[in-house]
C-alpha cells in the first residue's frame, strides 16, 4: 500500500508539472487553446493569469515532490489536501471535470497514504 501510496502522489506532482508547463509556456499556443478551449484572442489577453496559475501548481509539484523524496508523510498529506481543495474549488468555478481529473487523483493518493502502514 505504501508503494501505490508513492506512485500515486507521484502521478499528482508529475500532472501539476504538465500544468505548469501548459499554462506558463503553451497557453497561447495551440496545445494550451486546445486544452482549454479557448480563442487565441482570450489566450493573449489571460496569459499573464495562465503564467501565475501554473506557478501555483509547480508549487503543488514541488511540495508533492518534497513529500516523497524526503519521505515525509504529513507534507505529503498537506499538499495532497491542497490539490484536492484546488480541484474541488476549480471544479465550482471554472469546470466540473476538474474534479475528476485532478481532485479525484489526489484523494486517491491521499486515501492510500492514510491507509495503515
Not at 499556443?29 to 478551449?37: A, I, L, T, Y
Not at 487565441?40 to 496559475?53: G, I, L, V
Not at 505529503?76 to 481543495?85: A, S, T
Amino acid at each position: 500500500m505504501k508503494a501505490l501510496a508513492k506512485i500515486l502522489t507521484a502521478l499528482v506532482a508529475l500532472q501539476h508539472v504538465f500544468f505548469l508547463v501548459v499554462e506558463m509556456f503553451l497557453w497561447e499556443h495551440e496545445v494550451g487553446r486546445m486544452m482549454f478551449d479557448i480563442t487565441a484572442e482570450f489566450a493573449a489577453s489571460t496569459a499573464f493569469m495562465a503564467q501565475n496559475q501554473g506557478l501555483y501548481n509547480g508549487f503543488l509539484a514541488a511540495g508533492l515532490i518534497w513529500s516523497l523524496v524526503a519521505a515525509k508523510r504529513d507534507v505529503r498529506i498537506f499538499f495532497l489536501l491542497c490539490v484536492i481543495v484546488a480541484g474541488v474549488f476549480a471544479s465550482l468555478t471554472v469546470s466540473p471535470s476538474i474534479i475528476v481529473v485532478q481532485a479525484l487523483p489526489a484523494l486517491l493518493a491521499l486515501v492510500f497514504t492514510l491507509l495503515k502502514r
